[in-house]
Nanobody
């Protein structure tokens, strides 16, 4: 199983970024997916999750600004991030699991991360 994130970068407050995560080595459409982030000195936290039917869940801090989606035909998970704030600065990770963990942290498979810096 491999998860590869891309799309991170540096933006000014109020800007937008779209993160992508391409999965391989497993049946993507059968897996529950999520985005997590970890800022320096802080614990990793869930940002958004999406189930196998495409139903999303968001943490309160990003609700209304971020949108999670998936393209099962392309084995790709997305995170559209709008109105970015300084506090969104973190390393962002995608995660996959065969169990519907939603926002819990015990996902089995993780990507290597992509850095998002808002300043």
């Amino acid at each position: 199983v491999q998860l590869v994130e891309s799309g991170g970068g540096s933006v000014q407050p109020g800007g937008s970024l779209r993160l992508s995560c391409v999965g391989s080595g497993f049946t993507f459409s059968n897996y529950y997916m999520a985005w997590f982030r970890q800022a320096p000195g802080k614990e990793r936290e869930a940002v958004a999750a999406i189930d196998i039917r495409g139903a999303p869940t968001y943490t309160y801090a990003v609700s209304g600004r971020f949108s999670i989606s998936r393209d099962n035909a392309e084995n790709t998970l997305y995170l559209q991030m709008n109105d970015l704030k300084i506090e969104d600065t973190a390393e962002y990770y995608c995660a996959a699991d065969a169990v519907n963990l939603q926002m819990a942290r015990w996902y089995t498979y993780w990507g290597q991360g992509t850095q998002v810096t808002v300043s």
